[in-house]
T-cell receptor, first 119, second 112 residues
Framework: NAGVMQNPRHLVRRRGQEARLRCSPM?????VYWYRQLPEEGLKFMVY????????ESGMPKERFSAEFPKEGPSILRIQQVVRGDSAAYFC?????????????????FGPGTRLTVL | AQSVTQLDSHVSVSEGTPVLLRCNYS??????LFWYVQHPNKGLQLLLK??????LVKGINGFEAEFKKSETSFHLTKPSAHMSDAAEYFC??????????FGTGTRLQVFP
C-alpha cells in the first residue's frame, strides 16, 4: 500500500504565476489535510477536506489560495499570483476517516511535501 | 483553544545518553497529544500518541512520553540516544475538526 503521494516534490515559480500542488491520499483514505511549513517554523494547518467537501478552511489565506478534493483524482492546493512569502514546504496528510468518527483518533499519514520556491 | 509550547529549540546530546524534549500544552478539554519526527527533507512520522488511555505512552524507536495533567506537560524521552535520532521533533495537539496544531519544533543533535 503506497503512502501519501505528493507532486511535484519541488516547484519553482516566478512572482505572479500560479502554483498547483497535488496530493494523492493513501488507498482507502477519504480525508485530506494540508499544512504549510515556513522556514524554521512548525507546520500550520491550512485546510481539511473530505471527498467533494471542505470541512475546515480556517487556516487558508483569504485570497489567492484554494483547495479541492474531487470525487475522482488527487486533492489540489492552488495558489494564484504567487508572492515570495508563499515560499514554503506544503505537506498533505490523509486519514481513513475523521478523528471523531467512532470515538477514536485516526492517525494522519503525511506525504513527503512539496517545496515551493518563488523567485 | 488548544496550543503547545516546545521549550527548547535545540537540544544536543552525546550518543548513548538520555534524551529529554520538553513540551507543555494548553487545552480547554482533555487533549489528544502526539509527537512527530521529521528527518531532513522528509515527511513526518508519528512517534507516539496520547488519547486519554495510559498516561505513559510508548512509541517507536524506544521513545516514550508521559502525560502529566497537573503540569500540563507531555515530555518526550529516550534512555539512550542513537546517531539516527538526529532530526526535528514536533509536539502536536489535536484541535477541533481534527486539525493538528504543531509546536515550533526541537532540533535534536546527537554527537558521537
Amino acid at each position: 500500500n503506497a503512502g501519501v503521494m505528493q507532486n511535484p516534490r519541488h516547484l519553482v515559480r516566478r512572482r505572479g504565476q500560479e502554483a498547483r500542488l497535488r496530493c494523492s491520499p493513501m488507498k482507502g483514505h477519504s480525508h485530506v489535510y494540508w499544512y504549510r511549513q515556513l522556514p524554521e517554523e512548525g507546520l500550520k494547518f491550512m485546510v481539511y477536506l473530505q471527498k467533494e467537501n471542505i470541512i475546515d478552511e480556517s487556516g487558508m489565506p483569504k485570497e489567492r489560495f484554494s483547495a479541492e478534493f474531487p470525487k475522482e483524482g488527487p486533492s489540489i492546493l492552488r495558489i494564484q499570483q504567487v508572492v515570495r512569502g508563499d515560499s514554503a514546504a506544503y505537506f498533505c496528510a490523509s486519514s481513513p476517516r475523521g478523528g471523531r468518527e467512532r470515538g477514536s483518533y485516526n492517525e494522519q499519514f503525511f506525504g513527503p511535501g512539496t517545496r515551493l520556491t518563488v523567485l | 483553544a488548544q496550543s503547545v509550547t516546545q521549550l527548547d529549540s535545540h537540544v544536543s546530546v552525546s550518543e548513548g545518553t538520555p534524551v529529554l524534549l520538553r513540551c507543555n500544552y494548553s487545552s480547554s478539554y482533555s487533549p489528544s497529544l502526539f509527537w512527530y519526527v521529521q528527518h531532513p527533507n522528509k515527511g513526518l512520522q508519528l512517534l507516539l500518541k496520547y488519547t486519554s488511555a495510559a498516561t505513559l505512552v510508548k512509541g517507536i524507536n524506544g521513545f516514550e512520553a508521559e502525560f502529566k495533567k497537573s503540569e500540563t506537560s507531555f515530555h518526550l524521552t529516550k534512555p539512550s540516544a542513537h546517531m539516527s535520532d538526529a532530526a526535528e521533533y514536533f509536539c502536536v495537539v489535536r484541535g477541533n475538526t481534527d486539525k493538528l496544531i504543531f509546536g515550533t519544533g526541537t532540533r535534536l543533535q546527537v554527537f558521537p
